[in-house]
Nanobody
Framework: VQLQAFGGGLVQAGGSLRLSCVASGSIRSLNGINAMEWYRQAPGKQRGLVAEITRNGETNHADSVKGRFTVSRDNAKNTVYLQMNSLRPEDTGVYYC??????????????????WGQGTLVTVSS
């Protein structure tokens, strides 16, 4: 599965952005996508989970973004979204999407693979 994220940019504090991440690949791999996640890596910090959503639509958001960010997905379009409202300067960073894909490995066993997108930069000015 290949992931391409886009939608980042420069926004003032209090503004909004919507990130999108589109998955592509074989039908078998796309059908194997389970959870999709958004991570953020701020300058000088480790990458951390922002939000995640299962194939069935169950969501989880980091405490720092609850009430401001909303993750959603469209399985028919193999796309996951991150609606970011009330942005703060501390939300600045590179946002990466990830997908957990269950597929048969070379040994014929089911295995979960993690795919990463290339990241999109979000800069929030004060």
């Amino acid at each position: 599965v290949q992931l391409q994220a886009f939608g980042g940019g420069l926004v003032q504090a209090g503004g909004s952005l919507r990130l999108s991440c589109v998955a592509s690949g074989s039908i078998r791999s796309l059908n194997g996508i389970n959870a999709m996640e958004w991570y953020r890596q701020a300058p000088g910090k480790q990458r951390g989970l922002v939000a995640e959503i299962t194939r069935n639509g169950e969501t989880n958001h980091a405490d720092s973004v609850k009430g401001r960010f909303t993750v959603s997905r469209d399985n028919a379009k193999n796309t996951v979204y991150l609606q970011m409202n009330s942005l703060r300067p501390e939300d600045t960073g590179v946002y990466y999407c990830a997908a957990d894909v269950t597929m048969l490995n070379s040994a014929g066993e089911w295995e979960v693979f993690r795919s990463w997108g290339q990241g999109t930069l979000v800069t929030v000015s004060s």
